[in-house]
């Protein structure tokens, strides 16, 4: 027996002449979706309403699923503060201004002429 394909309700379905407006069916023509990234059946609903998803603070919808947004490391201060400071971005010691060149393909940025180390790793 082979796998059924991948159906899913496209972001443009609930604006559909065909939409079931139904958990459990999409619409009359696909009632559990459809495969592609369209629809051939698609006609627009001139009085269809998109429906509204409600979005949490810290999620988005992503291909019509709400993905959290995972915790940062660091505020949104320290990341302007990490671009002006940091050798990856400056190419020079954020203590004493001498130039530095990476080692290790892009990890470990330490100044030589201070001693100042990187930590963000």
């Known amino acids: 027996m082979t796998e ?9 379905c609930d604006r559909c002449l065909f939409y079931a407006h ?10 559990s979706g459809v495969s592609s990234d369209a629809c051939l059946g698609f ?3 001139p ?3 998109p429906e ?3 979005e949490p603070e810290r999620a988005s919808y992503y291909n019509g699923e709400l993905i959290m947004t995972p915790e940062q490391r660091w505020s949104c201060l320290g990341k302007l503060a990490i671009l002006d400071l940091h050798p990856m971005f400056t ?8 130039g530095i ?3 290790k393909a892009g990890v470990h ?13």
């Open 4 to 12: 059924p394909s991948v159906r899913r309700k496209l972001p443009e």
């Open 22 to 31: 139904d958990p459990h069916l999409v619409c009359t023509n696909h009632p």
């Open 43 to 45: 006609q627009c609903d």
């Open 47 to 49: 009085m269809a309403e």
């Open 52 to 54: 509204v998803l409600w």
């Open 91 to 98: 190419g020079r010691c954020p203590q004493c201004e001498a």
């Open 101 to 103: 060149a990476c080692e």
């Open 109 to 121: 940025w330490d100044c030589g002429h201070c001693g100042w180390k990187d930590d963000s790793v």
